[in-house]
């Protein structure tokens, strides 16, 4: 049996095909398994521009199936691969079968609509607003920095880089080209295979002590010192431990 229960409706789509365009009707969403898709809006001189590209575990088309309504936007396969396409006589049973599809779904609607605020506020003080596909994740603090303000830190033994930790409660993760945001942690340079989640884990500190949780949803499991985490528990971390994201190794570190 197939260790995906979905893999019947695993369709392979080439570079160039355009799945739908803005203003068709549709009853059928998208789960991107190997390919890169442009999400493309159309704008006042008829030409088009990319709103996103999507990778491996986004999912896009949902709201036809949700709402009835016409496509809101067009999108093309930009880098051949597979997507997995769900009609809305199989959405409920997708739905029922992974809770952390719905999960998703409504964690990425959640920060739609605060980017959609922001986006009010933004107009409401007269600034410019950026388009998603114009952000692009920070850089890395300097060595100087990480020293200086780090309460912790992640070294990835593949490529000897360090990803700092600043804040009491941190995510880790990739960065999210549907919405255009980072994770405070952000592995997408070293995840190639985009095995991790987006919203992967969190690091957290209470009393003195980090913790790591995993993110409800994740779905490629995360291992501390061997141990695979239960979804959503705190567990202790300690100086020089080993955290195994999917098969993405990184040790933790203290400054002090």
Not at 66 to 79: F, Y
Not at 166 to 181: M, N, W, Y
């Amino acid at each position: 049996m197939s260790a995906n229960p979905f893999a019947r409706f695993i369709t392979h789509f080439p570079a160039g095909h355009v799945l739908f365009r803005e203003g068709d009707e549709g009853d059928s969403m998208y789960i991107v398994q190997n390919a890169r898709v442009a999400i493309k809006k159309r704008v006042k001189d008829g030409s088009e521009v990319t709103l996103a590209v999507l990778e491996k575990g986004d999912f896009f088309g949902e709201m036809s199936i949700l709402e009835r309504l016409p496509r809101s936007a067009s999108a093309e396969v930009i880098e051949e691969g597979d997507l997995i396409v769900i009609n809305s006589e199989v959405f409920g049973d997708m739905i029922k079968t992974n809770p952390e599809i719905a999960i998703r779904m409504l964690r990425k609607y959640s920060i739609r609509l605060r980017e959609t605020n922001k986006q009010i506020e933004q107009m409401a003080a007269g600034r410019d607003m950026v388009l998603p596909d114009e952000v692009r994740p920070a850089e890395r603090a300097t060595a100087a920095t990480l020293h200086a303000q780090a309460l912790c830190y992640f070294v990835s033994p593949a490529s000897g880089n360090v990803f700092p930790v600043f804040k009491p409660e941190a995510l880790i993760g990739r960065f999210d080209s549907v919405t255009g945001t980072s994770p405070e942690v952000d592995l997408t340079g070293e995840d190639q295979s985009r095995n991790i989640s987006r919203r992967h884990a969190r690091v957290l500190m209470k009393d003195g002590q980090f913790f790591i949780a995993e993110e409800i949803g994740t779905m490629n499991g995360t291992f501390l010192n061997g141990t695979k985490l239960a979804n959503g528990v705190l567990t202790p971390v300690a100086d020089g431990d080993e955290l195994m994201l999917c098969r993405l190794p990184l040790v933790f570190k203290l400054t002090q």
